[in-house]
């Protein structure tokens, strides 16, 4: 089968086709004949040797596909060949074939394409598990999310709003905050020339926000105790800013603060299975409904790998980079 392959860590032009056998299956897994994959930060920190597969992994990229099953193990059921599925992978995604448990697969969503559905599982099982699970987001609660237009961004912004909450975000354009209203959010502010800390404390100044899933780190984890309010849940995805600052634990105990952080890629298969069980129960009808909308930014032929991670680390694009193989 043919793969995106990359001998050393480097930059975006590393990646090179190549071909390898096609991968084998367990009796929990099923194989997938991959029609699109997603492209992910966690991509490009593997790439570049900051992130390296958990044991037992596939060595190649690429976390979440959309396809058509080929074969399932013997242990599998809910499941057939020729089912269309998009699925949650450990590693293997950029290659026509990928092997997946079968517990970490959903259903395409109707009235999804395959392209579509691919950029669904790595965003989706993130934000459920930070701002649902951890962050216990409630109907009516206030959600802040750093780097709304990102493929985290645009996911956090739907599902929150289709659970009934209201959503505040920060994005680097006014451009990217005009998308980020347009997927409901109430209030977008850009970093680059606002500061969220003051404009937040400006329009909610009796309440703060309830829940705040962030990506950047840095100083903006003193501006999240800032701006957060009473009982509020603070959730760490990533460190893009910077994963060092100084600041003062002290609003953590005025406020009740809970400051928590997780990373999805080593969790078990049992754990990631739980999740998928809960986005198809809460989260697939509004997919299927079109109240949760896709936002494909850009789309590449499996040859042009390394051009949609040039685009992802530019951040100029809007919502999700897909391979299509």
Request: proline residues 6%; hydrophobic residues 45%; negative net charge.
């Amino acid at each position: 089968m043919k793969i995106v392959h990359f001998d050393e860590p480097g930059d975006a032009d590393v990646l090179q086709p190549s071909t390898t056998d096609i991968p084998t299956i367990n009796a929990n897994e099923v194989l997938i004949k991959v029609a699109a994959a997603g492209v992910n930060r966690p991509d490009i920190m593997q790439r570049k040797g900051h992130y390296p597969p958990p044991p037992g992994a596939s060595p190649l990229l690429g976390l979440e596909v959309a396809g058509t099953i080929t074969a399932i193990g013997d242990e599998v059921t809910g499941f057939k060949v020729n089912d269309t599925v998009c699925a949650l992978v450990n590693g293997g995604g950029y290659a026509e074939y990928v092997s997946a448990p079968a517990g970490q697969c959903l259903p395409v969503p109707a009235g999804w394409s395959m392209q579509e559905a691919a950029s669904l599982p790595e965003t989706f099982f993130t934000v459920w598990t930070n701002v649902f699970d951890l962050g216990k987001l409630k109907e009516g609660e206030t959600l802040l999310v750093h780097g709304g237009t990102s493929g985290i961004g645009v996911a956090a912004i739907q599902m929150a709003v289709a659970s009934g909450a209201r959503v505040i975000t920060t994005a680097g354009s006014d451009k990217k905050c005009a998308a980020c209203i347009d997927l409901g959010a109430v209030l977008a502010i850009n970093y680059k020339t606002e500061d969220f800390e003051a404009v937040i404390k400006e329009k909610l100044p009796q309440s703060g926000v309830d829940v705040i899933l962030d990506m950047v780190g840095g100083d903006y984890i003193k501006k999240n105790m800032s701006v957060a309010a009473r009982d509020a849940r603070i959730v760490m995805i990533a460190f893009m800013g910077g994963h060092k600052t100084e600041l003062s634990f002290l609003p953590m105990l005025m406020k009740r603060l809970t400051l928590t952080a997780s990373t999805l890629r080593p969790q078990s298969a049992a754990e990631k299975a739980k999740i998928a069980s809960q986005l198809k129960e809460q989260i697939w009808p509004h997919l299927e409904s079109g109240k949760i909308k896709p936002v494909i930014a850009a789309q590449y032929d499996f040859d042009q790998a390394s051009e949609a991670h040039e685009l992802m680390e530019s951040s100029a694009h809007i919502g999700k980079i897909v391979l299509t193989i």
